[in-house]
């Protein structure tokens, strides 16, 4: 593994040029050395598990068309409750779950990337929303106080982070007990080529930090965690195939919801 500040400065600016430059959607964008052309937004997001319904009710420019899955589609959300979105992005799915918390609830996104943070509340502004909030911060230090949080949710940002068993940990500390952990995340199901190891595009683009099943269980039970669920995507392996085409990574990587209680 290269130096952790690499990693994460690399990831930084990849990230921060997405935010600024919005460009079409899919795994290509976010720093594979994809040879085909990238999906759009919306065709992107469809294939990933979101309705027609949930792109028309966020403001545009938040749908930037990343992550491997739909981490809302396993959160049994309730009016009232916190929900924390650990890489927020434009803040997609922080708006979608605003409307299932209502009013008297409240959302909080973390992001790394300060032109994320830029975008997302821009589209906050946009919107007129007051239960939504963006923080600047690493998902391994949680800008956001001991248990105070009912659900945590995170679409395909895990597997970037260098320190996986904290980020666990930071978010069992988050939550308050009973709280759920509701995840969409990339995950290794069989040993990846060296070269995807190395290659520090691959690391950003959801791949070559993608952990082993059983050790992301290992990882989440230290931190406390129980009632751990793996559920694989049924068409897994037709959205990881867009990330590279032609390179078979979908034999090595796949698209997991995963579920936890505190």
């Known amino acids: 593994m290269k130096d952790k500040e690499v990693v994460r400065e690399s990831i930084r600016k990849r990230y921060g040029s997405i935010a600024k430059n919005k460009p079409a959607a899919g795994c290509c964008s976010s720093g594979c050395d994809c040879n085909g052309a990238p999906m759009g937004r919306t065709e992107a997001s469809l294939r990933l598990g979101y309705s027609e319904e949930d792109l028309k009710s966020v403001p545009l420019d938040a749908n930037l068309g990343l992550g491997c899955g739909n981490p809302l589609a396993i ?61 600047l911060g690493e998902i391994e230090h949680l800008p956001v106080a001991d248990a105070t949080v009912d659900l945590i949710i995170s679409n395909c940002v895990i597997n970037l982070s260098v320190e996986k068993e904290q980020v666990f940990k930071e978010a069992y500390r988050v939550l308050k007990k009973g709280g759920r952990l509701s995840i969409s995340d990339s995950v290794a199901t069989a040993e990846l080529p060296q070269e995807a190891k190395q290659s520090l595009a691959k690391i950003i683009g959801c791949i070559a930090g993608a952990e082993y099943i059983e050790t992301l269980k ?43 209680v505190k």
């Open 75 to 135: 959160a049994a959300l309730k009016s009232g409750e916190t929900v924390l979105d650990l890489g927020s992005g434009g803040g997609f799915d922080c708006f979608l779950a605003r409307r299932r918390v209502g009013e008297q609830g409240f959302v909080i996104g973390v992001d790394m990337t300060p032109a994320m943070i830029k975008l997302a509340r821009k589209n906050l502004q946009k919107s007129g929303y007051t239960n939504v909030e963006f923080r």
């Open 218 to 260: 290992s990882m989440m039970q230290r931190a406390g965690f129980t009632d751990l669920v793996f559920t694989p995507r049924d068409n897994s392996k037709e959205i990881i195939a867009t990330w590279i085409p032609g390179s078979k990574i979908e034999d090595y990587v796949a698209s997991y919801l995963i579920e936890a």
